[in-house]
């Protein structure tokens, strides 16, 4: 048991299409706190450093918000999600 490491979700989200399918599947599982944890999630794979001065927003402030702990306002989210190079879509 002691060679068990820790899954880190991130280190997989090296592109754009796999970000989407992610973002997409936790968003189809309709859970809010999983989508503000995957933001955070894409956010640290993208270096959190450059979401900073994209988004103008704190390095540490962005991690506190999509640490899962807290409820980030919706204009820190979008200020993030359009950081991030993806683009949200409300379909029928």
Not at 28 to 50: Q, T, V, Y
């Amino acid at each position: 048991m002691d060679n068990l490491t820790n899954f880190d979700i991130s280190q997989y989200l090296d592109n754009e299409e796999v970000i989407a399918e992610y973002l997409t599947q936790v968003l189809n599982d309709g859970n809010n706190e999983e989508f503000l944890e995957a933001i955070g999630h894409i956010a640290k794979a993208k270096g959190m450093s450059k979401i900073a001065k994209d988004t103008g927003l704190g390095r540490e402030s962005l991690y506190k918000s999509f640490s899962g702990r807290t409820k980030p306002k919706f204009e820190t989210v979008m200020k993030v999600i359009n950081s991030l190079g993806v683009k949200l879509k409300v379909a029928v």
